[in-house]
């Protein structure tokens, strides 16, 4: 009984912490910078950008469904600057290679920020 009740405690935690929203504040992004190499659409409407020389892809959480809308031409080819939200969560304990983007900025424009 006891190692049951162990078990349960455990997932529950494990929950708990696997849902926590993503604190996506400036003080709590890491700033990227690079070429990019494509732009494509994932999951749910989901705007995946791919860098050069970069394993991590970095995601607009439901960007079409928000109404952005990015020309590949505008971009592929182009240095941007990329805010991503610092997390960790226990569905992936060592790390994710997609990041959740909280500002695209293309040289001194702002195209999408989820900061305040």
Same mark, same amino acid.
């Given at each position: 009984?006891?190692?049951?009740?162990?078990?349960?405690?455990?997932?529950?935690?494990?929950?708990?912490?696997?849902?926590?929203?993503? #604190?996506?504040?400036?003080?709590? %992004?890491? $700033?990227?910078?690079? *070429? =990019?190499?494509?732009?494509?659409?994932?999951?749910? $409407? #989901? *705007?995946?950008? &791919?860098? &050069?020389? #970069? +394993?991590?892809?970095?995601? *607009?959480?439901?960007?079409? &469904?928000?109404?952005?809308?990015?020309? +590949? +031409?505008?971009? *592929?080819? $182009?240095?941007?600057?990329?805010?991503?939200? +610092?997390?960790?969560?226990?569905?992936?304990? /060592?790390?994710?290679?997609?990041?959740? /983007?909280?500002?695209?900025? /293309? $040289?001194?424009?702002? =195209?999408? %920020? &989820?900061?305040?």
């Amino acid at each position: 009984m006891r190692k049951t009740v162990s078990i349960i405690f455990l997932f529950l935690v494990l929950l708990f912490f696997a849902f926590q929203p993503i #604190d996506i504040s400036l003080e709590n %992004s890491v $700033k990227v910078e690079g *070429i =990019v190499k494509n732009i494509t659409e994932a999951g749910a $409407k #989901d *705007i995946l950008f &791919e860098l &050069e020389n #970069d +394993k991590t892809t970095y995601y *607009i959480n439901r960007g079409f &469904e928000k109404g952005i809308i990015l020309s +590949k +031409k505008e971009y *592929i080819g $182009k240095k941007v600057t990329l805010y991503y939200a +610092k997390n960790w969560t226990p569905l992936a304990p /060592l790390g994710t290679t997609s990041k959740h /983007l909280t500002q695209l900025q /293309l $040289k001194d424009k702002i =195209v999408y %920020s &989820e900061f305040k």
